[in-house]
């Protein structure tokens, strides 16, 4: 079954910085890859996600980069504000068959101001 | 938008009891319930998978007699955790899909405390 690793685990940056974070996948079938932004006891909030006919996607300070090849998807925050500190999850499945959602380790990103 | 109603949100049951945590999608036909469980710091773990009408499908490690799912309409899905212990204590989560795939709509989750 699918398998996704997400990297760093805790990642902190100063206010106005940039963030990346990384995710690689083992079922090359799977063709969609959110990213989740989830607060302490909450849902996880959809913030991004990417299919796998893109390499790229963009939406204000955040993008999402995707390289099918090596199975790798990247998070990238620009212009990092305090609100944006959050647990961020990668995910991975195979969308149009109904597939199921699996997901990274998740990183804690803190953006000290 | 989707929304799926979650409920509890938090319980607190006393060991070798059951609980039922129930997940309604609200303006829309769930086919497809997916379950899944978080420990404190950690990533969301996938359960099982539910479609409506059929038997559950659990992931490797989950005990289907200890976590009995029910998909018995296309709006409503049951998780019940039977003979509850301490270890069971974690924010049990759903997320549903319908018909068309569009999208995975999470339920608010519901923090178990088993004492």
């Not at chain 2, 974690?90 to 608010?108: E, N, Q």
Request: net charge neutral; aromatic share 10%; charged share 20%.
């Amino acid at each position: 079954g699918e398998n996704v690793e997400q990297h760093p685990s805790t990642l902190s940056v100063q206010e106005g910085d940039s963030a990346v974070i990384k995710c690689t996948y083992s079922d090359s079938a799977s063709n969609y890859f959110p990213w989740y932004k989830q607060e302490l006891g909450k849902r996880p909030q959809l913030i991004i996600d990417i299919r796998s006919n893109v390499g790229e996607k963009k939406d204000q300070r955040i993008a999402v980069t995707l390289n099918k090849t090596a199975k790798h998807f990247s998070l990238h925050i620009t212009e990092t504000q305090p609100e944006d500190s959050a647990v961020y999850f990668c995910a991975a499945s195979l969308y149009n068959q109904g597939g199921k959602l699996i997901f990274g380790q998740g990183t804690e990103l803190s953006v000290k101001p | 938008g989707a929304v799926v109603s979650q409920h509890p949100s938090r319980v607190i049951c006393k060991s070798g009891t059951s609980v039922k945590i129930e997940c309604r999608s609200l303006d829309f036909q769930a086919t497809t319930m997916f379950w899944y469980r978080q420990f404190p710091k950690q990533s969301l773990m996938l359960m099982a998978t539910s479609n409506e009408g059929s038997k559950a499908t659990y992931e490797q490690g989950v005990e289907k007699d200890k976590f009995l799912i029910n998909h018995a309409s296309l709006t409503l899905s049951t998780l019940t955790v039977t003979s509850a212990h301490p270890e069971d204590s974690s924010f049990y989560i759903c997320s549903a899909r319908d018909s068309l795939g569009a999208g995975y709509t999470f339920g608010s989750g519901t923090r178990l405390t088993v004492v």
